[in-house]
């Protein structure tokens, strides 16, 4: 047993221990910081999904995604669809994917990353196609990091309605 110096000159933290931190620190919320940078806000162009730039964060493991970041849909059939950022601690990457069925919405890979789980897939977007179009789905917002400032005066709105 020994004690670990973490945020010193010359520390050597893992990752898990970091995560770990920075998990409890957003007071264990997943998804997109909201009002930072463009909070990888979504648009449509030439069957493409672009996004601006934001921070995601799963169960500490944190995510830059870069301004003009894109990912191409194809007009094959209709379907519904999500963009994700896909963390992947079994292979230590980080992808952007769609995900994709005809009949409904998705089902999203969600496992928690502090206790075992290895995939972590956070909703950037979602959306629906045709043959012929491409159409983000207004209605929807994204899971978000908010601070502790915005979580409490929901919560006081909440209660005096």
Not at 20 to 28: G, I, K, T
Not at 71 to 92: C, E, F, K, P, T
Request: net charge neutral; hydrophobic share 35%.
């Amino acid at each position: 047993m020994a004690i670990i110096k973490i945020k010193f000159d010359s520390a050597s933290v893992t990752s898990k221990q970091d995560a770990d931190l920075n998990h409890f620190l957003v007071s264990s919320q997943n998804g997109i910081f909201a009002w930072v940078l463009g909070r990888c806000q979504a648009s449509t162009s030439n069957n493409y999904i672009n996004f601006q730039s934001g921070y995601v964060q799963a169960y500490g493991r944190r995510v830059f995604v870069e301004s003009g970041t894109r990912i191409s849909i194809s007009l094959d059939g209709n379907a519904y669809g999500y963009v994700v950022v896909r963390i992947n601690l079994g292979d230590n990457s980080v992808t952007l994917e769609k995900k994709e069925t005809t009949s409904t919405w998705p089902v999203l890979t969600q496992e928690d990353l502090q206790n075992g789980g290895l995939i972590y897939e956070i909703p950037l977007t979602r959306y629906t196609k045709t043959t012929s179009s491409l159409t983000l789905d207004s209605s929807y917002t994204p899971p978000q990091i908010v601070s502790e400032y915005s979580r409490a005066s929901t919560l006081c709105n909440n209660l005096e309605n």
